[in-house]
């Protein structure tokens, strides 16, 4: 298996602590920009790092760049299909990214063995729907992704089933041009099925630091600046209350993961935040929380420029859902459309 050298091993023993270890106030100093971590931790890091930057082919401008980054982070509980596709995307951009991988450990995924997800999977714990796993899984992701290169700048979380919209160039400068530097993260009100989403874990649970006026939801699919990705794991005050089991009986009103990252932003930093997603998603007929699943015979250039507009004056960056199966039909639209302008 492509994590089991030592050099991974030691980092792995670093991030598998408890989040709530790895996050403690002694490391996360709310005083200190960014994170330090304790020493034996930032020397595992260092190993980590010059063991990921030995395994790939960098130019030496890349190791000297100072260019702010972004890093992708795959959450995941199935075979990475589309890394070919990535790959495509990422190429000849090497010093503008990381990729960070977190796999549902229970499931024995295939390991991608293309360049820029050999060695990148994080330390990983189960994951299910209508839990909180999925938000310690992303908070996990942005951990290692804030400590692992200082020059992380913006934070996307992906799924196996997402794929691009649009070249590297093209979500690169529409992330980082921005003035000043918002997080991309829908974030909504007023929606019929938020109250019983919020009563889920019982009618008074989330107070007092929870007030149903302030509870929100939105895409679990965000691109967080690095100031929200550092409040993200921070957090101890929301997520108290967000990582608690929801009632049995209500467990239909249950996704944690669509109400923690937008109540959160929403309550401490709502002008840092554009209030939309960059990740378009079809919930036409959608089936138990389900979102439309695209297959081989959809997969055409208009569907493409279809799903890159927008209501509004921003296209989309990423799709989804998309089924392994169409791999083929987008690998033969890669160059002509997806990355081309
Ligand atoms: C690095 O380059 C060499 C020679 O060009 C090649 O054989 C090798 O596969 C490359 N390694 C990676 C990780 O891309
Ligand atoms: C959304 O999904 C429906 C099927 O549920 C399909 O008919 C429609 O074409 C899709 N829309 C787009 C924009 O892909
Ligand atoms: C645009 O607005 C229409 C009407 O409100 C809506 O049905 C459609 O889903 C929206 N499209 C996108 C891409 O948001």
């Given at each position: 298996?492509?994590?089991?050298?030592?050099?991974?091993?030691?980092?792995?023993?670093?991030?598998?602590?408890?989040?709530?270890?790895?996050?403690?106030?002694?490391?996360?100093?709310?005083?200190?920009?960014?994170?330090?971590?304790?020493?034996?931790?930032?020397?595992?890091?260092?190993?980590?790092?010059?063991?990921?930057?030995?395994?790939?082919?960098?130019?030496?401008?890349?190791?000297?760049?100072?260019?702010?980054?972004?890093?992708?982070?795959?959450?995941?509980?199935?075979?990475?299909?589309?890394?070919?596709?990535?790959?495509?995307?990422?190429?000849?951009?090497?010093?503008?990214?990381?990729?960070?991988?977190?796999?549902?450990?229970?499931?024995?995924?295939?390991?991608?063995?293309?360049?820029?997800?050999?060695?990148?999977?994080?330390?990983?714990?189960?994951?299910?729907?209508?839990?909180?796993?999925?938000?310690?899984?992303?908070?996990?992701?942005?951990?290692?992704?804030?400590?692992?290169?200082?020059?992380?700048?913006?934070?996307?979380?992906?799924?196996?089933?997402?794929?691009?919209?649009?070249?590297?160039?093209?979500?690169?400068?529409?992330?980082?041009?921005?003035?000043?530097?918002?997080?991309?993260?829908?974030?909504?009100?007023?929606?019929?099925?938020?109250?019983?989403?919020?009563?889920?874990?019982?009618?008074?649970?989330?107070?007092?630091?929870?007030?149903?006026?302030?509870?929100?939801?939105?895409?679990?699919?965000?691109?967080?600046?690095?100031?929200?990705?550092?409040?993200?794991?921070?957090?101890?005050?929301?997520?108290?209350?967000?990582?608690?089991?929801?009632?049995?009986?209500?467990?239909?009103?249950?996704?944690?993961?669509?109400?923690?990252?937008?109540?959160?932003?929403?309550?401490?930093?709502?002008?840092?935040?554009?209030?939309?997603?960059l990740t378009r998603v079809?919930?036409?007929?959608?089936?138990?929380?389900?979102?439309?699943?695209?297959?081989?015979?959809?997969?055409?250039?208009?569907?493409?420029?279809?799903?890159?507009?927008?209501?509004?004056?921003?296209?989309?960056?990423?799709?989804?859902?998309f089924s392994p199966s169409?791999?083929?039909?987008?690998?033969?639209?890669?160059?002509?459309v997806i990355l081309k302008?």
């Amino acid at each position: 298996m492509a994590t089991s050298s030592p050099l991974f091993f030691s980092f792995s023993l670093l991030l598998s602590l408890p989040l709530v270890l790895l996050l403690a106030p002694r490391l996360l100093s709310p005083k200190t920009l960014p994170p330090i971590p304790a020493a034996n931790e930032l020397q595992d890091l260092a190993l980590f790092r010059r063991a990921t930057l030995s395994s790939s082919n960098l130019s030496s401008s890349d190791l000297h760049s100072t260019r702010p980054k972004i890093a992708f982070l795959f959450l995941t509980n199935s075979d990475l299909s589309f890394s070919p596709l990535w790959e495509l995307f990422f190429s000849s951009h090497s010093s503008l990214f990381n990729v960070y991988v977190h796999a549902d450990p229970s499931t024995h995924l295939l390991l991608p063995q293309t360049p820029s997800f050999r060695h990148r999977f994080i330390p990983s714990q189960p994951t299910s729907r209508s839990s909180p796993t999925l938000i310690s899984a992303a908070r996990r992701l942005l951990a290692a992704a804030l400590l692992d290169d200082p020059l992380n700048s913006f934070f996307a979380l992906l799924s196996q089933h997402c794929i691009p919209l649009n070249p590297f160039p093209s979500l690169y400068h529409s992330l980082l041009s921005q003035r000043p530097l918002k997080s991309f993260i829908e974030i909504l009100a007023d929606e019929p099925s938020l109250h019983a989403r919020y009563v889920a874990r019982g009618d008074l649970t989330m107070l007092p630091e929870v007030p149903f006026p302030q509870f929100r939801v939105g895409s679990q699919f965000f691109v967080l600046t690095r100031r929200h990705a550092l409040l993200v794991v921070r957090d101890r005050r929301l997520w108290k209350k967000f990582r608690l089991p929801c009632l049995k009986s209500r467990e239909s009103s249950c996704y944690p993961e669509e109400h923690y990252f937008p109540t959160l932003l929403s309550m401490r930093d709502p002008a840092g935040c554009s209030g939309y997603t960059l990740t378009r998603v079809n919930w036409t007929e959608s089936v138990d929380g389900h979102p439309h699943l695209y297959g081989p015979g959809e997969v055409s250039a208009d569907l493409i420029r279809t799903l890159r507009k927008s209501n509004s004056s921003y296209e989309y960056m990423f799709a989804r859902k998309f089924s392994p199966s169409c791999l083929e039909p987008l690998m033969e639209l890669a160059n002509t459309v997806i990355l081309k302008d």
